[in-house]
C-alpha cells in the first residue's frame, strides 16, 4: 500500500522520538549502587494535529479578540524544545481599562440580572464543551507548559470540566449556602493566575466568580496564556454574553495595571508569595475585596506503621510527576527514624525509574520546566542544598538535548535551618529528614513559614486524626497526597495565603454574605 506524505511524515517524526525516547529510558538505571531493571518503552506521542495555534493572540475583550491599544506582542516558547510556539498581546493600562469597563457594563446590564438558573446554563454549556474539546486543551496545555500529557489529559481538563460543572449546580440555589443569609455579588473581578496550572487556575477563579453573579477579566501567566484564550473560543461558543469574561494578556504590569484598577470590586491572585505581598500592599486601604493563593512547603510524615510502597508513589505523586511545579507539592519529606534508610534506598530505585522526557509522550513522567528562568533558578537552589552540606541523589539518565529539563532528585539528611527545607523551590526537589516521635514531626512540619498542605501516612486512624489536628496546612492528606475535588475548599495558613477556593467556602470570596 503507497503511504501518504503525510503518514509518511509521522512515520519519519515516531521514529525520530524512538531515537529520543530511548536516550530519556532508564537504559542501565543505577541506584544506590545496584542495577536497577532495564526497560524501555516505545514512544507513544499524542498528535498535535488536533491543535490550531495562531500566530499571533490578540486581547479577549467584550466577547471578541481584539488587537491591544500598544500593537506589542510577546512569544510564547513551547519549553520541550526551546521554540516559539506564537505570539501573544501585551496588554497595558488601557486595554485593562477597557477591560474592566466592559466588565462593568456586562455585570450591570446582563449578568447580576440573570436568574441564577440561566447563569447556570451557561456554566454547564462550557463544562461540556470542555470536556468535547477536553483532548486539544490538553495537548495546547501541554505544548505550552511542558508538563506531561498525561498530567493534562487526566488530572488538569477533567477537573477544569469538574469545577464548571460544580459551580453551574450551585448559581441556582446560593442561598441554600447561606441559609438566613442576604448575598449579593461582589461586582467585577479582576484575578491573576500563575503558570503551574493555566487553565486549572482560570477554571478554579472564573467558574465560582460567575456562578456567584460577578464579571471577571483574568490575566493568565505570561508563558502560558495559550489555554486561558482557547477557553475564550469556549465562551464565544457556548454563547456567554458579551463582556462577562474578559482575558487579557501580558506580564506582571499588566497584571499591576488590573489589580490597582479603581473600577474592580475584588482581586484574586494566585502565584508566589512574594508577588502575593505586594499586592496585598496595593489592595491595602482600598475598598477591594482580596483572595489569595500563594506558595507553599509541604511535608509528608511517614510513620514506620504506614503501607511503605504506597507512601513512596504518594511522595512520587507529590513531587515529581508534575517536575514539582505544584503549590502543594510534597517537597519535605519527614521519615520516622527506624525506616528512614530503608525508605531512601527505595527512593533511589524508584526515581530511577522514571521517565524525563517530552512532555507529549503518554509514557513520560516528568516533562519540562516551563521556562528557562524557572530551571536557572531551580539549578541555583540545588548548588545552595549541595554548598550547605545536604547529601544529594540524582539518578543518570539522559535529557532531552532541547528544551528546559530537570532531573528529580533529593537531598538527605537535611534539617530545617537548610534553605532547600525552607524555600520553595518549584522543581523535581525533595528535602528529606527524619523524626522519633509524632511530637517531633508536627514541630518540623510546621516549621515553615507556609501552610498549604501535609500528607500523613500511617495505618492506624486515631494517629493520623491526631496528627493531622496540630498541622497548620489548610489541606492534610491521610495515606494519598494530591487529590482534588472542586467540591473541597483548598487554601492555606500563613504565607500561603488568604483565603478558601472550592466549595461552599469558595463561594463566599465572590460573594458579599451578610446577616439578615
Ligand atoms: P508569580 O507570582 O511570579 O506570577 C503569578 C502571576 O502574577 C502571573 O500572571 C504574573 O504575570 C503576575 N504578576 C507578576 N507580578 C505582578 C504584579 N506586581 N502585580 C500583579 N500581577 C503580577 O508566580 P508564578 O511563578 O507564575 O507561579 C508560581 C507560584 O504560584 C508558586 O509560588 C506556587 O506555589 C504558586 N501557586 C499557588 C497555588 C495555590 O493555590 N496556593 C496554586 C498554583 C500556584
Redesign the pocket.
Same mark, same amino acid.
Given at each position: 500500500m503507497k503511504m501518504t506524505n503525510k503518514r509518511a511524515q509521522k512515520r519519519a517524526s515516531a521514529k525520530a522520538s524512538t531515537t529520543n525516547v530511548s536516550k530519556f529510558a532508564p537504559a542501565k538505571a543505577v541506584a544506590g549502587g545496584k542495577s536497577a531493571v532495564k526497560f524501555e518503552y516505545a514512544p507513544s506521542l499524542e498528535s498535535t494535529d488536533i491543535v490550531q495555534i495562531e500566530k499571533r493572540n490578540r486581547l479577549f475583550i467584550g466577547g471578541k479578540f481584539v488587537e491591544p491599544t500598544s500593537g506589542r506582542y510577546f512569544p510564547t516558547i513551547n519549553p520541550a524544545t526551546g521554540e516559539r510556539l506564537a505570539e501573544v498581546a501585551e496588554a497595558n493600562e488601557k486595554d485593562v481599562d477597557l477591560a474592566v469597563k466592559t466588565a462593568r457594563q456586562a455585570y450591570e446590564q446582563i449578568w447580576s440580572k440573570m436568574s441564577g438558573k440561566e447563569r447556570g446554563r451557561y456554566l454547564f454549556r462550557i463544562a461540556r464543551l470542555i470536556q468535547e474539546r477536553a483532548r486539544e486543551l490538553a495537548v495546547l496545555e501541554t505544548m505550552d507548559n511542558g508538563k506531561p500529557i498525561r498530567e493534562s489529559r487526566d488530572i488538569d481538563v477533567p477537573l477544569v470540566a469538574a469545577h464548571f460543572f460544580y459551580h453551574a449546580g450551585w448559581a441556582d440555589k446560593l442561598e441554600y449556602a447561606f441559609p438566613g443569609q442576604s448575598i449579593a455579588p461582589l461586582g467585577v473581578v479582576g484575578q491573576?493566575?500563575?503558570?503551574?496550572?493555566p487553565l486549572l487556575?482560570a477554571a478554579?477563579k472564573i467558574a465560582p466568580a460567575l456562578a456567584c453573579g460577578n464579571t471577571v477579566v483574568l490575566?493568565?501567566?505570561?508563558?502560558t496564556s495559550l489555554s486561558a484564550l482557547l477557553l475564550a473560543q469556549i465562551f464565544q461558543d457556548a454563547g456567554l454574553p458579551e463582556g462577562v469574561v474578559n482575558i487579557v494578556t501580558?506580564?506582571?504590569? =499588566? +497584571?499591576?495595571a488590573? /489589580?490597582n484598577h479603581p473600577d474592580i470590586n475584588k482581586v484574586a491572585? =494566585? +502565584?508566589?508569595?512574594? /508577588?502575593?505581598k505586594?499586592?496585598a500592599r496595593?489592595v491595602a486601604g482600598t475598598k477591594k475585596r482580596l483572595t489569595l493563593?500563594?506558595?507553599?512547603k509541604s511535608a509528608h510524615i511517614i510513620f514506620e506503621d504506614a503501607a511503605l510502597d504506597q507512601a513512596l508513589e504518594g511522595v512520587i505523586n507529590g513531587i515529581y510527576f508534575n517536575q514539582g511545579h505544584?503549590?502543594?507539592a510534597g517537597s519535605r519529606l519527614l521519615l520516622e527514624e527506624s525506616i528512614a534508610n530503608d525508605f531512601v534506598e527505595k527512593l533511589k530505585k524508584r526515581i530511577a525509574q522514571l521517565r524525563v522526557g517530552n512532555p507529549l509522550d503518554k509514557n513520560t513522567d516528568i516533562g519540562a520546566i516551563n521556562s528557562e528562568a524557572?530551571l536557572k533558578k531551580i539549578g541555583k537552589l540545588i548548588q545552595l542544598g549541595k554548598d550547605e552540606g545536604g547529601e544529594f541523589f540524582e539518578p543518570k539518565c539522559a535529557l532531552p538535548e532541547k528544551g528546559y529539563f530537570q532531573r528529580p532528585c533529593f537531598f538527605s539528611n537535611v534539617s530545617s535551618s537548610f534553605t532547600l527545607s525552607r524555600v520553595?523551590i518549584?522543581g523535581p526537589v525533595l528535602a528529606v529528614s527524619t523524626f522519633r516521635t509524632a511530637q517531633e514531626a508536627v514541630v518540623k512540619a510546621n516549621d515553615t513559614p507556609y501552610g498549604?498542605a501535609a500528607g500523613v501516612w500511617s495505618e492506624k486512624g486515631a494517629k493520623i486524626h491526631k496528627v493531622a489536628g496540630q498541622l497548620k496546612a489548610g489541606v492534610v492528606w491521610a495515606n494519598t497526597y494530591n487529590k482534588f475535588d472542586p467540591s473541597a475548599p483548598?487554601?492555606?495558613y500563613n504565607e500561603?495565603?488568604w483565603g478558601r477556593?472550592g466549595g461552599r467556602h469558595g463561594l463566599s470570596a465572590y460573594l458579599d454574605v451578610r446577616g439578615k
Amino acid at each position: 500500500m503507497k503511504m501518504t506524505n503525510k503518514r509518511a511524515q509521522k512515520r519519519a517524526s515516531a521514529k525520530a522520538s524512538t531515537t529520543n525516547v530511548s536516550k530519556f529510558a532508564p537504559a542501565k538505571a543505577v541506584a544506590g549502587g545496584k542495577s536497577a531493571v532495564k526497560f524501555e518503552y516505545a514512544p507513544s506521542l499524542e498528535s498535535t494535529d488536533i491543535v490550531q495555534i495562531e500566530k499571533r493572540n490578540r486581547l479577549f475583550i467584550g466577547g471578541k479578540f481584539v488587537e491591544p491599544t500598544s500593537g506589542r506582542y510577546f512569544p510564547t516558547i513551547n519549553p520541550a524544545t526551546g521554540e516559539r510556539l506564537a505570539e501573544v498581546a501585551e496588554a497595558n493600562e488601557k486595554d485593562v481599562d477597557l477591560a474592566v469597563k466592559t466588565a462593568r457594563q456586562a455585570y450591570e446590564q446582563i449578568w447580576s440580572k440573570m436568574s441564577g438558573k440561566e447563569r447556570g446554563r451557561y456554566l454547564f454549556r462550557i463544562a461540556r464543551l470542555i470536556q468535547e474539546r477536553a483532548r486539544e486543551l490538553a495537548v495546547l496545555e501541554t505544548m505550552d507548559n511542558g508538563k506531561p500529557i498525561r498530567e493534562s489529559r487526566d488530572i488538569d481538563v477533567p477537573l477544569v470540566a469538574a469545577h464548571f460543572f460544580y459551580h453551574a449546580g450551585w448559581a441556582d440555589k446560593l442561598e441554600y449556602a447561606f441559609p438566613g443569609q442576604s448575598i449579593a455579588p461582589l461586582g467585577v473581578v479582576g484575578q491573576v493566575i500563575p503558570w503551574n496550572f493555566p487553565l486549572l487556575m482560570a477554571a478554579w477563579k472564573i467558574a465560582p466568580a460567575l456562578a456567584c453573579g460577578n464579571t471577571v477579566v483574568l490575566k493568565p501567566a505570561e508563558t502560558t496564556s495559550l489555554s486561558a484564550l482557547l477557553l475564550a473560543q469556549i465562551f464565544q461558543d457556548a454563547g456567554l454574553p458579551e463582556g462577562v469574561v474578559n482575558i487579557v494578556t501580558g506580564a506582571g504590569a =499588566t +497584571g499591576a495595571a488590573l /489589580v490597582n484598577h479603581p473600577d474592580i470590586n475584588k482581586v484574586a491572585f =494566585t +502565584g508566589s508569595t512574594e /508577588v502575593g505581598k505586594i499586592i496585598a500592599r496595593a489592595v491595602a486601604g482600598t475598598k477591594k475585596r482580596l483572595t489569595l493563593e500563594l506558595g507553599g512547603k509541604s511535608a509528608h510524615i511517614i510513620f514506620e506503621d504506614a503501607a511503605l510502597d504506597q507512601a513512596l508513589e504518594g511522595v512520587i505523586n507529590g513531587i515529581y510527576f508534575n517536575q514539582g511545579h505544584v503549590c502543594c507539592a510534597g517537597s519535605r519529606l519527614l521519615l520516622e527514624e527506624s525506616i528512614a534508610n530503608d525508605f531512601v534506598e527505595k527512593l533511589k530505585k524508584r526515581i530511577a525509574q522514571l521517565r524525563v522526557g517530552n512532555p507529549l509522550d503518554k509514557n513520560t513522567d516528568i516533562g519540562a520546566i516551563n521556562s528557562e528562568a524557572e530551571l536557572k533558578k531551580i539549578g541555583k537552589l540545588i548548588q545552595l542544598g549541595k554548598d550547605e552540606g545536604g547529601e544529594f541523589f540524582e539518578p543518570k539518565c539522559a535529557l532531552p538535548e532541547k528544551g528546559y529539563f530537570q532531573r528529580p532528585c533529593f537531598f538527605s539528611n537535611v534539617s530545617s535551618s537548610f534553605t532547600l527545607s525552607r524555600v520553595e523551590i518549584f522543581g523535581p526537589v525533595l528535602a528529606v529528614s527524619t523524626f522519633r516521635t509524632a511530637q517531633e514531626a508536627v514541630v518540623k512540619a510546621n516549621d515553615t513559614p507556609y501552610g498549604l498542605a501535609a500528607g500523613v501516612w500511617s495505618e492506624k486512624g486515631a494517629k493520623i486524626h491526631k496528627v493531622a489536628g496540630q498541622l497548620k496546612a489548610g489541606v492534610v492528606w491521610a495515606n494519598t497526597y494530591n487529590k482534588f475535588d472542586p467540591s473541597a475548599p483548598f487554601g492555606g495558613y500563613n504565607e500561603s495565603g488568604w483565603g478558601r477556593e472550592g466549595g461552599r467556602h469558595g463561594l463566599s470570596a465572590y460573594l458579599d454574605v451578610r446577616g439578615k
